[in-house]
């Protein structure tokens, strides 16, 4: 659902609403919190209002869009938090090596998350090169690999199955951020042989503002990766309420405290949006968004100071298309003004969002008219 009017090109900041979600919300406001109380969190297990188990159910419709098994998949925290989960466990397999190797152009909250666990452990490298240079650096010494599939800003895909295979040959680790992938197209964790995994709930999953985020940890792994975060609702019998840690079966073990039940609600239902839905359809139709919106815009690179920094090459191409203009910051204020709402990405790019489920081909003809009009009035 969006407001008439606008043509919405940042649902890879914040998804649109689905319909169905206030309906959910005020449900779970009334009833289930208000009339049930405490009764919810176990009221009955095959009940929307099981609250304890609401972060498998939701577990489980994610791992089908990113190629994981319900069980690999823990749902809570924020993608920052899990970031951090998911590098404390691979670097305790990662043993003597204390490498993290990541892109120089990641999105901040990886880094900051690695440097955070440096200042922690003390002995750790950050090995920040462009991501071109990825392949390269895949030495003996690094441990971990952190990478983001779709950049933020570029919108450059990167080849999650060749880097994984190549990380693995190299005894690597890898922690990929799908924060720009999940739901934008279909995702295959397992096919590539990632190790682990994290995304937002609140982009392409449409699960409203601060939704929770996942995490994907690897069967393989499960065993051995340390729950660094051991919460008693990663417990395995939280209720017992033992003296000491003994994890839950599988992911699960990787959720810290209690369950967001409002925000999970809320995701769980506009996850349903993609039960019927074919992720290869999905990647069709945003290519096909991005190729028409590529297009129209191209008269304009002619007249005005604007370079597509999206990767041409399809393979190559997220669900976005960015472009550098040295008024990028006053630009995107212009076409937010006039209702095009896209994102401003420092230093100088402009940032459009393309969102297959609910785009249509006309909007990226609406979207690139209204571009045009706001550069016209700027020269
Ligand atoms: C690549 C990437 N990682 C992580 C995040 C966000 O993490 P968090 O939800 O913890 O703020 C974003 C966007 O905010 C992102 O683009
Ligand atoms: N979580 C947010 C809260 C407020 C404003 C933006 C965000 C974003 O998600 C930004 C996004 N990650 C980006 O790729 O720029």
Redesign the pocket.
């Known amino acids: 659902m969006l407001p008439g009017g606008l043509v919405y090109l940042d649902g890879?900041?914040l998804g649109a609403m689905p319909r169905s979600v206030p309906a959910r919300l005020s449900h779970v406001a009334s009833q289930e919190w208000g009339q049930q109380l405490i009764r919810s969190w176990t009221a009955d297990a095959e009940a929307a209002q099981d609250w304890m188990a609401l972060p498998d159910r939701v577990a489980a419709k994610v791992a089908r869009l990113i190629g994981a098994a319900p069980h690999e998949v823990a749902v809570g925290?924020?993608?920052?938090?899990?970031?951090f989960k998911a590098l404390a466990a691979a670097l305790s397999l990662a043993g003597e090596r204390r490498v993290i190797l990541t892109d120089a152009d990641?999105?901040p909250?990886?880094l900051y998350m690695a440097q955070g666990l440096g200042t922690l452990t003390g002995d750790l490298e950050l090995r920040r090169v462009p991501s071109a240079d990825i392949a390269a650096n895949l030495t003996g010494d690094v441990g971990v690999l952190l990478l983001?599939e779709?950049?933020?800003r570029t919108g450059r895909r990167l080849d999650m199955a060749a880097l994984s295979a190549q990380a693995r040959a190299q005894g690597i680790l890898t922690v990929w951020?799908?924060?720009?992938s999940a739901g934008a197209f279909g995702v295959d964790l397992n096919g590539c042989g990632a190790d682990f995994a994290?995304?937002?709930?609140?982009?392409f999953l449409n699960g409203g503002p601060?939704a929770p985020?996942f995490l994907f940890v690897a069967e393989r792994h499960h065993a051995a990766a340390p729950v660094v975060l051991s919460g008693w609702m990663g417990h395995a019998d939280p209720f017992e309420m033992a003296r000491d840690y003994a994890p839950a079966p599988g992911a699960r073990r990787f959720v810290v405290g209690t369950p967001q039940v409002l925000s999970l609600s809320a995701l769980d239902t506009a996850l349903d949006v993609f039960a019927d839905v074919d992720m290869a359809d999905v990647r069709e139709k945003s290519l096909s968004l991005s190729r028409t919106f590529m297009a129209l815009m191209g008269p304009l690179l002619a007249r005005f100071p604007l370079t597509l920094v999206t990767p041409e090459a399809e393979a190559e191409r997220g669900s976005q298309v960015s472009y550098r203009h040295p008024q990028a910051r006053e630009v995107m204020a212009d076409l937010i003004a006039a209702g095009i709402i896209g994102d401003f990405r420092t230093p100088d790019i402009l940032r459009f969002g393309l969102t297959p489920l609910y785009h249509s081909h006309a909007d990226m003809w609406q979207a690139v008219q209204g571009i045009k009009a706001v550069l016209e009035a700027r020269a």
């Open positions: 890879n900041s925290d924020s993608t920052s938090v899990n970031t990641n999105f909250t990886d983001t779709v950049d933020y951020d799908l924060a720009h994290v995304g937002c709930g609140y982009k601060g985020a």
